[in-house]
């Protein structure tokens, strides 16, 4: 009788570890859901909306100009970040300040994108950090799950503009 309690139980322990291990890889590779907080991205996500993340396009490179991004916070490892890629490795970007009064042209090195909140007036972003390595990137929002009124696919940005080729 002990035997067969052993043998359940380990069994059990061996199923638990081995289901663990699957959901570790589908959220690290996969993607999964996250809850976005704050005031930078208004309009196109609000704070304590729920949304998709994909992972996969960070391993491939798939990240675009315009792909609204889950990054570690450069100035705060411990905190996510959600903002949409402005500019890719390569480009030259016209950044304003916050307040709109100085513009200055940056070019976004090797390895890293430039990424700005939607609501530029209210965003910490590349503009006060610098580009950022794409290593930082999580994974790819792109469909909103709640509130169920805005469910569905995300919107283009409401600052379209930026993404030009001047």
Partial sequence: MLRGVLGKTF????????YGCIAH???EYVGGVVMCSGPSMEPTIHNSDIVFAENLS???YGIQRGDIVIAKSPSDPKSNI???????????ILSNSPSGFFKSHSYVPVGHVWLEGDNLQNSTDSRYYGPVPYGLIRGRIFFKIWPLNDFGFLRDS????RFSDD
């Fill in 82 to 92: 959600c903002k949409r890629v402005i500019g890719l490795e390569g480009d030259k």
């Fill in 158 to 161: 409401p600052n379209g503009h």
């Fill in 25 to 27: 890889c589908a959220f």
């Fill in 58 to 60: 960070r391993h491939f």
């Fill in 11 to 18: 069994r059990l322990i061996g199923y638990t570890i081995q």
